[in-house]
């Protein structure tokens, strides 16, 4: 990782993840109308060129919010961009759904906040996705 992590602000990334597609992942930006922040494809190369170790394809898509440390905000960000619930429902009886929520602690300034409002829950149930938090802890964070 890049840069003094004495300089770096903790952030928040929160995704929509469909994994275990047995698809190419284009025909699930058509099913759902939804154009992906990005999308693995099962052998794929990373930027050195080696094969990737994804052994299915998977569609991203990431919320929009940048420095926002509140998960809720990027939940409901989220959200708003799928326009039919029912459509990533309906997904999710054939694929694996989740929301993936990566948290990078650096330096000593605030910590995202992890708290979902009633609301948003009740959603992401619409939904029928688990919800997977991933936590780095970069060395110098007291």
């Not at 990533?88 to 995202?112: A, L």
């Amino acid at each position: 990782m890049e840069g003094n992590v004495e300089n770096r602000k903790s952030n928040l990334r929160v995704s929509l993840v469909v994994y275990d597609l047995d698809c190419d992942p284009d025909k699930l930006t058509e099913t759902l109308g939804i154009k992906p922040t990005s999308v693995e494809r099962k052998g794929d190369l990373t930027p050195s060129g080696k094969p990737k170790l994804e052994s299915s394809n998977a569609w991203e898509l990431r919320s929009n919010l940048v420095n926002e440390s509140e998960l809720d905000k990027h939940i409901r960000d989220l959200i708003s961009k799928v326009k039919e619930l029912k459509d990533v429902h309906r997904v999710s009886k054939r694929w694996g759904v989740k929301i993936d929520c990566v948290v990078e602690f650096f330096g000593e300034d605030n910590t995202p906040t992890l708290g979902l409002s009633k609301e948003s829950i009740e959603k992401l149930a619409l939904l029928k996705c688990s919800v997977d938090f991933d936590y780095y802890l970069h060395q110098g964070w007291r």
